[in-house]
Nanobody, 127 residues
């Protein structure tokens, strides 16, 4: 399971950094990802990082604004969110790959392929 933190209320144009600390697995041995779910919408992949750190996927809606990263020493996955907009308002979840996807810049970040979901951290962006 994972524990997410770092969400909150932020004004449009502001920044947040989300953190994810898994238990029972390491961020540098697994494909890891950030997902979000807005009210009434399906859970979508925001950004995923390959197990070797060499490939990262970003949803078109967040490209150039969000950055995924990891710290091996603390076993933590991060999502740096810059220049946020009200459309980024959602519950954000961290998860680990459970089927062995291949993460590239264009694929490998489907929620159905990930598991070990945490409780999520809520991000609210005010206009």
């Amino acid at each position: 399971q994972v524990v997410e933190s770092g969400g909150g209320l932020v004004q449009a144009g502001g920044s947040l950094r989300l953190s994810c600390t898994p238990s029972g697995l390491t961020v540098d041995d697994n494909n890891m990802g950030w997902f979000r779910q807005a009210p009434g919408k399906e859970r979508e992949g925001v950004s995923c990082l390959s197990w070797n750190g060499r490939a990262a996927y970003y949803a078109n809606s967040v490209k150039g604004r969000f950055t995924i990263s990891r710290d091996r020493d603390s076993n933590t996955l991060y999502l740096q969110m810059n220049n946020v907009t009200p459309e980024d308002t959602a519950m954000y979840y961290c998860a680990a790959d459970r089927v062995g996807v291949v993460v590239t810049s264009t694929q490998g970040c489907e929620a159905r392929d990930f598991g070990y979901w945490g409780q999520g951290t809520k991000v609210t962006v005010s206009s």
